[in-house]
């Protein structure tokens, strides 16, 4: 009897492990459809998508969540801004090969819209956590999540743009920890044409934070990023896309980035499996120098110095008096006027471990030299300072910037080197050479 109620039991988990396998569908053909109740899970068991609220809210929204982690932690919405108000939702694929999702009275709430017209279509969700509609004929992607971020950066997730289609993906957080609608909060990559590309944190327009542009080891305002046991990372820049991208080292370590509306900030969280609790791993903004303009123009933040704000070497405060009450806004001016094109050319002085300057005011050439570099700055009236492109093997390309150097900061150690302009009289005769850093002690005449 003992050997028959123990069979029985064996039996009983083994078809219930068995139907949990068969149910747990990865993909949907156009004849399915994802219901209210009803999930995909990706092939590893890593990410499930289906239906949720959040909070007390009763809003029903399609979501991607971690499918292992206790704490539901959504990762991705499709209908953000367009919850449905009871369990009448349905993803499925139309006649035309679009994802649709479909509420109450089967009103169209969100949809994808493919330039392709395929009968052969097949959503999937992949171990990445990247929601991809495929056409299954000729192998290729008509859409896929990643390339519509909602507040989480996931390892293998590009942020930046495509510049052959046009696609730009950038975050923006929840409004708040109920709503998935994108509140004021954003991140993402900005460039212009011929600027050096860089990536800011903004509410609103406004720019709250950035980390300074790419040097070809790490971003110039976070010199601490470095090689780590825990993720790599890169950033692309070519003539088809700008990106930043990250991939986690172990696979067993799970990591995400995310936008917070509510604290402001813009966090590396880590998945503590003793403790069962996300933990953070890093943050930005980290300090008042990472607040964007702190010290405001021509001016330098130094974390650990009092006043914390100074002006760079050559300039001075635009208001004594309001920098004396430690009100930096204005920032700093010239102490004596370039002479651009007069009989005493203009040289520069080399800073080193700056937080390069905000370079929305900047032009980038990456196949001229740091000589030519400084000619082509010293040759425009309207350059202020310039650099390399990229620093690895002694420093390739060139950047210029225009008008006031805003958003600097100083470390204590850091590779980056800027050259800024100064008149011949306030060097002093000492003029700093373009590729040697060599001080020249005689007067550039013409």
């Not at 123009?297 to 760079?312: D, R, S």
Request: glycine share 8%.
């Amino acid at each position: 009897m003992v050997h028959l109620l123990f069979s029985l039991m064996i039996s009983t988990n083994l078809l219930f492990m068995l139907s949990t396998i068969c149910f747990a569908v990865n993909s949907i053909s156009p004849s399915q459809s994802v219901r209210d109740g009803t999930t995909l899970v990706s092939k590893d068991g890593s990410f499930e998508l289906g239906f949720f609220n959040s909070g007390s809210s009763t809003n029903r929204y399609l979501g991607i969540w971690y499918k292992n982690i206790p704490v539901r932690t959504v990762v991705w919405v499709a209908n953000r801004c367009n919850p449905i108000n009871d369990s009448s939702g349905m993803l499925m694929i139309n006649g035309t090969g679009n994802l649709v999702l479909l509420g109450q009275n089967k009103s169209v709430v969100w949809w994808t819209s493919s330039v392709k017209n395929v009968q052969s279509a097949r959503v999937e969700l992949l171990d990445s956590g990247n929601l991809v509609l495929r056409d299954v004929v000729a192998g290729t992607y008509l859409w896929q999540s990643f390339d519509y971020p909602s507040d989480t950066l996931l390892p293998g997730m590009k942020i930046g743009w495509d510049l052959r289609t046009g696609v730009k993906r950038s975050l923006s957080a929840w409004k708040n920890s109920e709503d998935p609608c994108p509140g004021d909060f954003t991140y993402g990559i900005q460039m212009q044409h011929n600027t050096y590309p860089e990536a800011y944190v903004r509410i609103g327009t406004a720019k709250y934070y950035r980390s300074g542009p790419w040097n070809g080891l790490s971003f110039s305002g976070s010199p601490e990023l470095k090689p780590n046991p825990l993720y790599s990372f890169k950033f692309v820049y070519n003539e088809d896309e700008v990106y930043y991208m990250y991939n986690l080292q172990d696979k067993s370590v799970i990591s995400r980035i995310v936008l917070n509306q509510t604290t402001r900030s813009r966090d590396r969280f880590t998945w503590i499996e003793a403790d069962q609790t996300w933990r953070a791993y890093s943050s930005a903004p980290r300090d008042m120098c990472d607040h964007y303009g702190f010290c405001g123009a021509n001016g330098k933040c130094i974390i650990g110095e009092n006043p914390v704000c100074q002006c760079l070497k050559g300039f001075r405060p635009k208001s004594q008096e309001k920098w004396n009450l430690t009100d930096w806004s204005l920032g700093c001016v010239r102490k004596k006027p370039l002479s651009c094109h007069g009989r005493d050319k203009d040289g520069f002085l080399k800073f080193s471990g700056l937080k390069l300057p905000d370079t929305t005011l900047s032009w980038v050439n990456k196949t001229i030299n740091l000589e030519e570099c400084r000619a082509k700055c010293l040759n425009n009236c309207s350059c202020m300072a310039y650099t390399s492109s990229d620093i690895r093997g002694g420093g390739t390309g060139c950047v210029i910037w225009f008008g006031d150097l805003t958003d600097i900061r100083q470390f204590l150690v850091g590779e980056q080197e800027l050259y800024i302009r100064m008149s011949a009289s306030e060097l002093g005769m000492e003029i700093c050479s373009d590729t040697k850093s060599i001080l020249l002690l005689s007067k550039l005449t013409n």
